[in-house]
T-cell receptor, first 109, second 115 residues
Framework: EDKVVQSPLSLVVHEGDTVTLNCSYE??????LLWYKQEKKAPTFLFML????IEKKSGRLSSILDKKELFSILNITATQTGDSAVYLC?????????FGTGTRLTIIP | GAVVSQHPSWVICKSGTSVKIECRSL??????MFWYRQFPKQSLMLMAT?????????EQGVEKDKFLINHASLTLSTLTVTSAHPEDSSFYIC???????????FGPGTRLLVL
């Protein structure tokens, strides 16, 4: 059975801190790993990772995939209150998309 | 952990027919379920919020007569794509909120191909 596990479940930090969110997976016929940010309604797409070791970067956010150890991390530097959200990791494989339960990130001003 | 299933996983249908997709919470009761559609470049669009025992709340631009949602029990919501057209071909994903509304569990998705 495909599985995606995110950690921590919840994280509270002060504005300006750097955070690292973790996603580990066990998926048959891995195709890609996706990171989303969910604030209110639909999750907003952040990154798609398919290759190991290649960092994807967008502003203060970056992510990398390790296909050997089956995990990915999402880094957010110089956090702002607008980064407060649930961050979801999802893995595509075998025509399925398996989501983790997310990490709830709260940034305190 | 909590599991949400979708049935079927894959469906191919002819244009003009209707297709029903089921979303079930297997080990918890969900008063609220969501239906999403995945677009190219991996973006997810929220179609509607399904509330047990009441009418679904549709997002702007989503035709409620075309995408019928029924949430008849605390563990089952269905999405029926009526008079399907090729442009309805997509990956449809549901999710369910736990009773305390704290965690959202996603289903594995249903891929619909309309010929």
């Amino acid at each position: 059975e495909d599985k995606v596990v995110q950690s921590p479940l919840s994280l509270v930090v002060h504005e300006g801190d750097t955070v690292t969110l973790n996603c580990s997976y066990e998926v048959t016929n891995f195709r890609s790993l996706l990171w989303y940010k969910q604030e209110k309604k639909a999750p907003t797409f952040l990154f798609m990772l398919t290759s190991s070791g290649i960092e994807k970067k967008s502003g203060r956010l970056s992510s990398i995939l390790d296909k050997k150890e089956l995990f990915s991390i999402l880094n957010i530097t110089a956090t702002q209150t607008g980064d407060s959200a649930v961050y979801l990791c999802a893995v595509e494989g075998n025509e399925k998309l398996t989501f983790g339960t997310g990490t709830r990130l709260t940034i305190i001003p | 952990g909590a599991v949400v299933s979708q049935h079927p996983s894959w469906v191919i249908c002819k244009s003009g027919t209707s297709v029903k997709i089921e979303c079930r919470s297997l080990d918890f009761q969900a008063t609220t379920m969501f239906w999403y559609r995945q677009f190219p470049k991996q973006s997810l669009m929220l179609m509607a919020t399904s509330n047990e025992g009441s009418k679904a709340t549709y997002e702007q631009g989503v035709e409620k007569d075309k995408f019928l949602i029924n949430h008849a029990s605390l563990t089952l919501s269905t999405l029926t794509v009526t008079s399907a057209h090729p442009e309805d071909s997509s990956f449809y994903i549901c999710s369910a909120l736990t009773g305390n509304q704290e965690t959202q569990y996603f289903g594995p998705g249903t891929r619909l191909l309309v010929l």
